[in-house]
């Protein structure tokens, strides 16, 4: 009987230790199928050998067979102590947040919710309808914001199939609320909702969720979808509403009438046709599509209170930001718009290499000169490259009067560097003692290049009163040959050889 006691509570113990662990683990990686069969077996017998022992132990006493609490039963009860501790603070800790597959578990019981769609007609409710089902479930914000967009699916009878959507808003207590929004029909008849997440909350006019129903209640859907599905035989369509939106195109918009945001002011003007030529227009949009197919079937663009940019105003727009980018660096920087280089020196004095042409890849500049932080800018040289063409490279002046710009063939296999001495008014291109070069990289051997193979000058760069030039193969290469000078340019020594870590800014 002794026996069958001391065996009943050791099996009793090890498979509660194995059942412990396997719920650990559990709570921390996730996967109930995975342990559940573990966690099964190890239960049962745990709870079985439990039993067993009280019944010898009682049997035991019966008898009056004593059993003696020795070494071996202290042992025991320090494991169990030790191992419900141990894993029990390990389960614990996989249910604080961010730390184990319980606490995610956790949040989705709190904050996952179901609510069934009952409006589930696009045309007939309107996007309108998914909020009122959604205001009944949680009173959700007078007043909602969408963090990106909002998307709908429905077929050509209106039947609302998807839609996904992230609202926040402030509540009666000024506190923010959020609601992850997602429906699928093929999936679930009901709305998922996970509340109370994290979002970008700031509150941006441009993607208040208003506009997007005061829109959608002027805009002839139904009939759209009607003409649509005749015309390409699809029965799924979308609208997509990002907020305000840009566009320079007029293809597919169509102007609505009315007060988008619900301010009081209804700003009138359609300016479709001045978009034509040229600029931008602005407004809130929604977009009415066939999912996939906008390349195939246009999208019918539903835009209200729309605000004209002309082309003129966006260039101008584009260089302020432009000058206010390169005064805030410390090398030059180029607006990807035209090409236009710009360095300054000082938050007044800057230079800029401005393309007056172009041609097969290459382009012809002008320089202009500002002293008044960009407001004006005056024509200094109009041919800065003595004649060459090519893709400016850089541009950098060490004082008023002292800099380098650098003009790149379009095969980026060589590249020119100009000096000038007299702020930009006149420029040299200077020459490099290649007769004077007698080391190469250790890959000139290998790919047969001579000193003048290395003709692609990188822009100086300056320590002290010493400028250091680095000639490549090409302008993806790193390896090459060093050139020095310590008087402004004017001469230059061979140095030996040296590596580009960085790709220069250009």
């Keep these: 009987m002794k026996k069958a006691y001391h065996i009943s509570k050791a099996v009793c113990l090890a498979a509660y230790l194995i059942f412990m662990y396997q719920l650990y683990r559990m709570c921390w990686l996730g996967g109930l199928r995975r342990h559940l069969p573990v966690l099964a077996v190890s239960g049962v017998v ?26 071996l039963f202290w042992l025991e009860l320090l494991l169990f102590v030790l191992g419900t501790a141990y894993f029990g603070g390990k389960i614990v800790y996989s249910a604080i947040p961010y730390h184990g597959a319980l606490s995610w578990k956790i949040d989705e019981l709190k904050r996952k919710k179901t609510v069934p769609l009952e ?25 909602l914001y969408i963090s990106n967009s909002f998307q709908m699916t429905f077929d050509k009878d209106g039947k609302i199939l998807t839609f996904s959507a992230f609202l926040y808003g402030k509540n009666e207590d000024g506190e923010t609320d959020t609601y992850l929004v997602d429906y699928d029909s093929s999936k679930s008849p009901k709305i998922t909702v996970w509340l109370s997440g994290e979002a970008r909350a700031d509150y941006n006019e441009d993607m208040k969720l208003a506009p997007m129903l005061n829109i959608l209640e002027k805009a002839n859907c139904e009939d759209m979808v009607s003409v649509m599905a005749e015309s390409s035989g699809e029965d799924t369509f979308e609208i997509l509403y990002y907020g305000k939106r840009s566009f320079s195109s007029a293809e597919g918009l169509v102007y609505l009438p009315g007060d988008a945001d619900g301010d009081g002011e209804a700003k009138s003007g359609n300016y479709i046709d001045m978009l034509r030529a040229g600029g931008e227009l602005k407004g809130y949009e929604v977009s009415l599509h066939v999912p996939g197919k906008d390349s195939e079937i246009i999208p019918v663009r539903y835009i209200m209170e729309p605000e004209y940019t002309s082309a003129s105003e966006l260039s101008k727009a584009q260089e302020e930001a432009q000058i206010e980018e390169s005064k805030q660096s410390t090398s030059w920087s180029v607006d990807q718009s035209d090409g236009t280089m710009y360095f300054f020196l000082t938050e007044a004095v800057g230079w800029r290499l401005v393309v007056t042409d172009a041609a097969a890849g290459s382009r012809y500049y002008e320089m202009e000169k500002t002293e008044d932080g960009g407001s004006t800018w005056n024509r200094i040289n109009t041919d800065p490259f003595g004649g060459n063409i090519g ?4 541009l950098v002046f060490y004082d008023e009067n002292f800099g380098f710009a650098g003009l790149s063939g379009a095969s980026q296999s060589y590249s020119r560097l100009y000096v000038t001495r007299d702020g930009g008014a006149t420029f040299t291109e200077m020459q490099m003692p290649v007769d004077t070069v007698t080391e190469l990289p250790p890959l000139a051997a290998e790919l047969a290049f001579t000193a003048a193979d290395y003709a692609y000058l990188c822009m100086p760069e300056m320590e002290g009163e010493l400028l250091t030039v680095l000639a490549l193969t090409g302008a993806g290469e790193t390896e090459g040959i060093l050139y020095q000078s310590q008087d402004q340019g004017e001469t230059w020594v061979y140095a030996g050889t040296g590596q580009r870590e960085s790709q220069d800014n250009s």
């Design 46 to 71: 745990s709870f079985i050998c439990c039993v067993l022992w009280i019944f010898f132990r009682i049997r035991a006493k019966e008898k009056k067979e004593v059993c003696k609490k020795g070494m």
């Design 119 to 143: 409006h589930d007609n696009f045309f007939e409710d309107g996007a309108e309808g998914v909020l009122t089902d959604l205001d009944t479930a949680f009173g959700m914000p007078g007043e």
């Design 391 to 394: 893709v400016t490279e850089g």
